[in-house]
């Protein structure tokens, strides 16, 4: 064991101040204990506890309060302090001699303020009830659970008794250990309890062994360690350590699991003493009894060391004058009990400050255990970071990247990069950029840095296997760049296709590498967004080296680009059964016109797939194709890309722009297309003035025959027209027929407009003046009569008007004119000669103005017209007179049209 676990430290870091305890009531050395003859002592949940040689316990709360009782009649013996409750169990003789155990309750007290004893136990080994044996009390212990108390004895016996021993109540005893040896002891402090799972286990010492007790359903104990100790040299360390055992001989320090040894320290030197204080193994050296190896060589006194196990340094260590009686811990320090009374504090420093002696002394290493163990995390960097700028200043620059590595995420990365941008360092500069791309704290310029690195070195190893890392950690963008200006293009297009950089990719596949071919290639892969982006941007470039591949391509983009396609298609096993039809997505083919810019055959024939493909064919589509029509191709192909224009603008789905379509037509001449376009859009005079200036005579008659019924005036437009040509003066006649047969012009008007041109003659319009010379005498002789019948009937009604006032009328009227029946009285007769009886018209008797219900109807229509001619005459009168006064006389105007002031006066049905 000692050949391969024993391990040394050497180094020695003073992380503590030592005081003398002073008084705080007197300001002098603390004197309390004085004089007491001390023999044990313990310490735990704020309290030192001391027992004397005259039976007293002294509870120490703190400097300057102290309760003193009695508990044996003899001396105490051993004091144990439970770490979780305020229960101490003291060992001592009463007037026999006889060793009892006794339990006090701190928290209860009696009348006198002391603690109470709960439970007094005889500590002798008893089998059956009997006494077997006396032996003097060497150790006790009791476990936290306050149902187990481990006493251990001079002959190499230990017990354990069982029961709560808190009640004064008789407890089972069972006897776990039992030395057969003669001179085999439990040494002082030799028992621990710790617990293992649910089961807690005895750690037991002998001046010869190292026993672990298990206590569960089936005891069991097992022989650890073959080495011993001798007395105060055990304790148990805390979950730092995992709660071993630990025991101190001349040579070293052992410590134990459950199970066996764990490690072995090699601190030479006699021992008198081992305690265990947060992570640091004190250890009290005997100089009376021989000479450490890390101590001075003087013969008398005490040498105190203080280990940090975990960390591997010497934390402190001091010599003592007289002798040490015990080490005690409490209120956050260390308390060294000397043999004549007085007390010492050491004072462990602080954090900060002790890695700051670790720094002066340049035991980094040590710093960052220390700041690890002590969970001191905002130091850690600072320690790397100067760890780092010691080993730099002193050449060893691999070790200084080391530790910079561990301050990444924290540490600004320039302050590491200007240290190591000299060309000799640039390994280091590279180890160090790669880390830092590793832990996603790169950006664009260290990747950039990176990459520079990687090239300068002719790295190419190393740089493929950058760009084909599987955790994309760094500036995709960066690095693509850096490899294009090193001309590593194909680094540069295995980063953009991993990393989805399809502008990138296709940059380099068509500029840097001229592979037209695959860039198609890669577009065809494409989902349907980048697929569409990228085609519109680099289109051109692939039209003018790869037209016809390109043409289809963008012909699939907008007419079957399936939605998820695979980049790489499946072969289609023959006889399967094939799923549901893939979704479809289009693009505007709108979109990719400019990229048959220099083209317009390819781009002629991906428009007309477009018309054949597509249902909906937008105006950009039709404008563009019907501009390749009318100007683009050969003379001799003319007429069959005019055959296909008209096609295009008689077709039902072309949403084409019809003015845009018209100003094309027109400038290129396109005859179907221009009338056509007219007649669309109802401009039948310019399809009549187009003729016209091809001089077409015929082509005239025909439209004005046509369009005559939606345009009249086609007709007056003609007329001017041929009254203007020589040779078309024979078709005047026939069209002064239909002008006068649609009433477009007065005869006047017709002569006036013809004697504007020389070629109209008299004998060309006097069959026009004839015919409606007599049409007007056979209106005026029409007049003329019914102006006679309404004179004769004036007459005749104003006779009977007159014969009404200055006559009697004679009623002879037989039968009412209602209900056909005989009349009879009473009865009610109108001037009308229309007779009634008096129960037919009984419903209009109310009424004033008793009217004839026969002839009412034709009475009230003469009133209303009546009413109508004089409110007209009214209101043409208020007319002028508000028109004379307004200054804006247009408005009043509008008003009275929009009031229909100037609308005829409807006839009545019959007039």
């Known amino acids: 064991l000692l050949s391969t676990a024993i391990q040394t430290l050497t180094v020695l870091v003073c992380l503590g101040k030592l005081f003398e305890v002073k008084d705080p009531e007197t300001n002098e050395s603390f004197s309390k204990l004085k004089d007491l003859g001390i023999t044990c002592c313990s310490c735990g949940r704020g309290m030192m506890i001391f027992g004397d040689g005259g039976g007293f316990v002294h509870i120490l709360m703190s400097l300057s309060n102290i309760i003193s009782y009695q508990a044996y009649v003899l001396r105490v013996q051993y004091i144990y302090q439970l770490k ?48 077997t044996g006396s032996s003097a009390v060497m150790a006790v212990c009791a476990h936290e659970n306050l149902n187990l108390i481990a006493l251990g004895f001079k002959d190499g016996t230990a017990i354990i008794l069982k029961g709560n021993i808190t009640r004064d109540r008789q407890s089972r005893q069972r006897i776990i250990h039992k030395e057969e040896e003669q001179g085999v002891y439990i040494t002082d402090e030799g028992l621990a309890f710790r617990q293992v799972g649910v089961n807690p286990v005895l750690m037991l010492s002998t001046n010869q062994a190292v026993y672990s007790c298990y206590l569960g359903d089936q005891p069991k104990k097992t022989k650890v360690g073959d080495v011993g100790c001798e007395l105060h040299c055990s304790t148990l360390t805390d979950h730092s350590q995992d709660f071993k055992f630990v025991i101190g001989r001349s040579e070293a320090v052992h410590f134990f699991t459950t199970e066996g040894p764990a490690q072995c320290k090699a601190f030479e030197g006699e021992k008198s003493l081992i305690r265990w204080y947060r992570g640091y193994l004190i250890v009290v050296y005997d100089m009376t009894r021989g000479v450490s190896r890390m101590g001075s060589n003087s013969k008398g006194g005490a040498m105190l060391s203080i280990y940090d196990i975990q960390n591997q340094f010497v934390a402190y260590q001091t010599t003592i004058q007289t002798h040490v009686t015990d080490v005690l811990m409490e209120w956050g320090s260390l308390y060294i009990l000397l043999k004549d009374g007085r007390l010492n504090r050491l004072d462990e420093l602080d954090t900060k400050t002790k890695l700051e002696t670790l ?90 840095l990176l990459l520079n690195c990687y090239t300068k070195l002719k790295n190419v190893e190393q740089l493929t296997r950058f760009v084909r890392e599987e955790k994309v950690s760094f500036d995709v963008e960066a690095a693509i760049k850096v490899c294009r200006q090193s001309t590593y293009y194909e680094h540069a297009l295995t980063l953009a296709q991993r990393c989805n950089e399809h502008d990138w990719y296709l940059l380099i596949v068509l500029e840097d590498l001229h592979r037209h071919g695959d860039a198609l290639s890669y577009i065809r892969s494409l989902e349907f967004q980048a697929a569409q982006s990228n085609m519109i941007k680099y289109g051109r470039n692939l039209v003018q080296k790869l037209p016809e591949e390109t043409t289809l391509l963008l012909i699939t983009l907008c007419t079957d680009w399936p939605i998820g396609r695979d980049p790489t298609p499946q072969p289609t096993t023959p006889g399967a059964i094939s799923g549901p039809p893939v979704q479809k997505l ?41 501009e390749l029509y009318l100007t683009g191709g050969e003379v001799t192909d ?51 003035a187009y003729h016209m200036e091809h001089c077409d005579i015929s082509l005239v008659m025909d439209t004005c025959k046509r369009f005559s019924q939606r345009d009249p005036a ?13 040779e078309c003066k024979s078709k005047i006649p026939e069209v002064l027929r239909y002008i006068e047969e649609l009433h477009l012009l007065q005869p006047l008007m017709a002569v006036q407009l013809l004697a504007q041109y020389r070629y109209a003659t008299l004998d060309d319009i006097k069959p026009y003046i004839v015919h409606h010379l007599e049409a007007q005498n056979e209106a005026i002789a029409k007049d003329e009569r019914q102006i006679r019948e309404y004179r004769d009937s004036t007459v005749q009604m104003r006779e009977q008007i007159t014969e009404i006032q200055k006559k009697a009328k004679i009623f002879q009227v037989m039968k009412c004119s209602q209900c056909k029946r005989a009349l009879q009285l009473p009865a009610i007769h109108f001037l009308c000669q229309h007779s009634f009886h008096q129960n037919c018209v009984e419903d209009d008797l109310d009424n004033e103005a008793l009217e004839c219900p026969i002839c009412a109807c034709e009475n009230r229509k003469v009133l209303d017209i009546i009413q109508r001619q004089e409110q007209s005459n009214d209101l043409h009168e208020q007319f002028h007179a508000q028109l004379q006064r307004s200054p804006d006389g247009f408005s009043v105007v509008a008003e009275y049209f929009g009031r229909g002031v100037f609308s005829k006066v409807r006839k009545q049905d019959g007039d």
């Open 586 to 626: 289009r693009s505007d083919p709108g979109r990719f016109i400019p990229v048959f810019v220099d083209n317009k055959d390819y781009l002629m024939k991906f428009l007309e797939e477009m018309t054949r493909l597509r249902e909906c064919w937008t105006s950009v589509v039709c404008n563009t194709l019907l």
């Open 359 to 448: 720094f002066k002394k340049n035991l980094y290493h040590t710093a960052i255990s220390l700041a690890r163990s002590q969970s001191y995390s905002d130091g850690l960097v600072e320690i790397f970071t100067q760890y780092g700028d010691h080993l730099y200043s002193k050449g060893d620059f691999d070790g200084a990247i080391a530790q910079y590595k561990l301050t990444i995420g924290t540490l600004e990365p320039s302050y590491v990069i200007r240290k190591f941008l000299d060309a000799q360092r640039i390994h280091n500069l590279t180890d160090y950029l790669k880390d830092l791309h590793d832990n996603g704290e790169a950006n664009a310029d260290h990747t950039t």
């Open 714 to 726: 086609l007709w007056v437009q003609t007329l001017t027209y041929f009254a203007s040509q020589e």
């Open 638 to 688: 003319k007429s069959r890309r005019d055959e296909k224009a008209l096609h295009l603008l008689q077709n039902p789905q072309a949403q084409y722009d019809v003015d845009h379509a018209l100003m094309l037509s027109r400038t290129c001449d396109f005859r179907a297309g221009i009338l056509y376009l007219y007649e669309r859009t109802g401009l039948y005079q310019q399809i009549l």
């Open 84 to 131: 979780t409750r305020n229960i101490v169990v003291t060992v001592g003789d009463d007037e026999d001699f006889t060793p009892l155990v006794r339990v006090w309750n701190i928290d209860k007290r009696d009348k006198q303020g002391n603690p109470t004893c709960s439970r007094t136990i005889r500590a002798a080994v008893f089998s059956g009830g009997t006494e």
